[in-house]
Structure formats: structure tokens, C-alpha cells
């Protein structure tokens, strides 16, 4: 069992449509969690990033952690073509080897027309 | 433009070949990374240097090498190469001491290695 998980998708979606995307990971000493966003043949972008549980918001995107369920997720509020890409969760713990960031799979979403 | 460049963004080779990918992190980052990123392993952590020193090794195979230079630019060497290792090959860096805080990376745009 990988230690992040994801489903891979493809998540095909209307413009304009509410877009939930999420992760669970088995190590509960992961305190830092982030998104990135990847367009294809491009690296990956940081889109959010939080520390512990709780919620973020910025413009359409919203990350929510859930630390006791062992579970994030990214929505996307008016989803529009252009966010069309793969989204990667990544997290991290601090221990004796630094804070490696972990990644799940990536979900690769559509955002149609 | 994210401020990592990569380099060269394409190369093709045969099996047994060696290659070398090359980085140069934002300007101020003190930390590089390296990914490899194929199509049924997603992302995967290499490799770490933070100031000229390794830092953390992930699952990378002996024969891969890597290592950051004075002027903090990074090469990653990939000898005896086997059609498997054709992949996405990321650089990334950091402004922060890997053990001090949030590890918030910034990617370059990759090096996409085909070995035939």
C-alpha cells in the first residue's frame, strides 16, 4: 500500500461545475500538506499549501485537512477549462531525515466547455 | 518561467549510454531536489542536496548520481542506462533548511529522457 493514495481520474467535469479532489495517507506524522497543479509536459506548480488540520481558501480553491480521518481534499469552485491539469497532494513530516515531501499519484481532471 | 531551469528538456539515447541532466535552482535557493516521474510510478524523490551537501537519498538506484556545485547548481548523472529508466526527470528547489520547516518546492520544467 502506497503511503499517499489518489485516485488517478481522469475526472471529467463541466464548466462551471464544483471539482473535489482528495487524498488519504497512512502516516499520521505528516504535518505539512500541499497541492500542486501540472499542466501536461510542464513541472508541477504549488497551488496551496497548510500546516495541520483546517481549511484554506484562496480565490476558487479551497483545501480542506482532515488529520484524524487521515484525509485532504482541493476544491474547485466555477471550475474552468484552463484548470484543466493533473493535481498532485503532497505532504511532509519533520523527522531525523528532514521533511520529505511525499506525493500521491496525481488525479488528472477535465473541465469541459 | 518558475525560476528552476532544466537542462537539456529533451534527450534521447540507447541502453548502456550515460546522460547528464542539469539545474540551476531559483536564485537564493539553497536546496535541490531530484524526481523522477514515470508513467506508473508518479513522482518519485531521488535524491537531496542543501548547500553543496547531500541531505537525503530516496529511492535512487546506484547506478544514478548526483551532486551540487559551489555555485549551487545540481547534475544528475544516470549511467548504464536501461530502457526503464526513461522518464520525466525533475529538478526542484527550496529556499529552506529541509529540517527546519514546511519543504514548499519549486519545479523546474523537467528533462524528458527516452532510452531506445
Known amino acids: 500500500q502506497k503511503e499517499v493514495e489518489q485516485d488517478p481520474g481522469p475526472l471529467s467535469v463541466p464548466e462551471g461545475a464544483i471539482v473535489s479532489l482528495n487524498c488519504t495517507y497512512s502516516?499520521?506524522?505528516?504535518?505539512?500538506f500541499m497541492w500542486y497543479r501540472q499542466y501536461s509536459r510542464k513541472g508541477p506548480e504549488l497551488l496551496m499549501y497548510?500546516?495541520?488540520?483546517g481549511n484554506k481558501e484562496d480565490g476558487r480553491f479551497t483545501a480542506q485537512v482532515d488529520k484524524s480521518s487521515k484525509y485532504i481534499s482541493l476544491f474547485i469552485r466555477d471550475s474552468q477549462p484552463s484548470d484543466s491539469a493533473t493535481y498532485l497532494c503532497?505532504?511532509?513530516?519533520?523527522?531525523?531525515?528532514?521533511?520529505?515531501?511525499?506525493f500521491g499519484g496525481g488525479t488528472r481532471l477535465m473541465v469541459k466547455p | 518561467d518558475s525560476g528552476v531551469t532544466q537542462t537539456p528538456k529533451h534527450l534521447i539515447t540507447a541502453t548502456g549510454q550515460r546522460v547528464t541532466l542539469r539545474c540551476s535552482p531559483r536564485?537564493?535557493?539553497?536546496?535541490v531536489y531530484w524526481y523522477q516521474q514515470s508513467l506508473d510510478q508518479g513522482l518519485q524523490f531521488l535524491i537531496q542536496?542543501?548547500?553543496?551537501?547531500?541531505?537525503a537519498k530516496g529511492n535512487i538506484l546506484e547506478r544514478f548520481s548526483a551532486q551540487q556545485f559551489p555555485d549551487l547548481h545540481s547534475e544528475l548523472n544516470l549511467s548504464s542506462l536501461e530502457l526503464g529508466d526513461s522518464a520525466l526527470y525533475f529538478c526542484?528547489?527550496?529556499?529552506?533548511?529541509?529540517?527546519?520547516?514546511?519543504?514548499?518546492?519549486?519545479f523546474g520544467a523537467g528533462s524528458r529522457l527516452t532510452v531506445l
Open positions: 526542484a528547489s527550496s529556499d529552506s533548511d529541509p529540517i527546519s520547516g514546511a519543504n514548499v518546492l519549486t
Open positions: 502516516n499520521s506524522a505528516f504535518q505539512y
Open positions: 497548510t500546516y495541520s488540520s
Open positions: 503532497a505532504m511532509s513530516a519533520i523527522d531525523n531525515a528532514g521533511n520529505m515531501l511525499t
Open positions: 536564485s537564493g535557493d539553497l536546496s
Open positions: 542536496y542543501y548547500n553543496g551537501e547531500e541531505r
